[in-house]
């Protein structure tokens, strides 16, 4: 499609990956349930189990009808909570990885292919990220166990980091860039603290670019080391 309409083929991938984002995202609004409650697709001895289940989660404080709880109440308790602002310095240092993303392609451009190779094999860490995240929170929520699941894979992103700095061959480079990917990505009191604690680390972008430095006299730039700090 490069040159169809006057658009360069990169141009044509963000619109048509934007275009299916924004087209699914609607669906979300019948699929996602807002409340137990007021969710009609479930039974109403599977509603009352949900929000039992809710109540023993969240807390007595926390846990107020729908309709009379508001999420000014829900943002005073979610400041007032030390957990809040812990998260917060902990994502804070999590997303400044999501410069990953951005420059995923330049490191994979490192190990000499072409422009199209190097696009293509960017695509697999991403897909196995996909399945090891839906497998780590499905087994996570089996087991009840928090720790080890999110210790674990940040274990397995440093290991990844260490062997892409170890060697230049390519295949050791390339599955630690498979475990890169994977290694690294409630009532209205919950809301509230999710939305503040992703507005104050998605901050984190801002600065996070400036950490790939271009060197001088167009000499390759070396990432391992600014992927390994983030």
Known sequence: MDGTHG?????????IEGAITVVIAFSALFILPNFPRTTSWLTEEESQLAVYRLQED???????????????????????DIKTWVLTILLLAIVSSASVTNF??????????????????????????????????WHADRTGERFLHIVLPLCVGVFAFILAAATHSTAPRYVAMMLMVPGVYTGYVRAAALAFINAISNTSSIYASY????????????????????
Do not use: C
């Open 7 to 15: 658009l360069r083929a990169w141009r044509w991938v963000f619109i």
């Open 58 to 80: 969240i807390g007595e404080d926390d846990w107020k009808d729908a309709q009379s709880q508001t999420f000014f109440h829900g943002l005073k308790l979610a400041l007032m």
């Open 104 to 137: 995923f392609p330049t490191v994979v451009k490192t190990l000499g292919y072409d422009n199209i190779h190097t696009l293509l094999l960017t695509a697999p860490p991403y897909v196995l990220a996909v399945i090891t995240t839906y497998l780590n929170a």
């Open 211 to 230: 950490m790939y430095p271009q060197p001088k006299g167009g000499a390759q730039p070396d990432l391992t080391i600014p992927l390994s700090v983030d």
